[in-house]
């Protein structure tokens, strides 16, 4: 059984993935505790949008949060624990439930693809959106597209006015 599973970056081992340690020096605790932290972004989004309550401070966390996950960033155990315990407050001021969530890495492989894909393309997004909101750029449409696609990433399927 694997320690960790974790194919984010050109580096994975035999370009399958990293399972026991990755090739980045990313230790399995760590990889656990950023897809922790994804899990509690996209309650954070889950929650803000179905309350309609975007605030700049939710909209920083999750900016900040994909930022955090992406490879060779972070790797300080404390400070990705810390991080995710600020968003899940910051849910908990939303919403006192739990939001359920499908696995990112469960079910048929075509989604299971769909939803990496989305994950990896957000992160890339992060990345940028981290830097121009440290120099004071924001976008709403960019801010508004992150919460859309939270909220539809662990959803097998989404039906609205016929589209998925």
Known sequence: MANMF????????????CINTGVCGKQPETAHLQDELVY??????????????????????????????????????EAIRTFTDHVRKERCKLTGDDISLVSLWDGANDIVSLRST???GMKGMAAYAHHAMNLGYMDDTVIKWFYKAYVRS???THRRNGSI
């Open 6 to 17: 974790c194919f984010q970056c050109q580096q994975t081992a035999g370009n399958k993935g």
């Open 40 to 77: 509690e972004l996209i309650r954070l989004a889950t929650a803000a949008h179905d309350a309609h309550k975007h605030s700049k401070l939710t909209d920083r966390l999750l900016i900040d949060g994909l930022f955090t996950t992406l490879t060779n960033v972070n790797f300080d155990d």
């Open 118 to 120: 989305l994950l990896f």
């Open 154 to 156: 662990t959803k097998s």
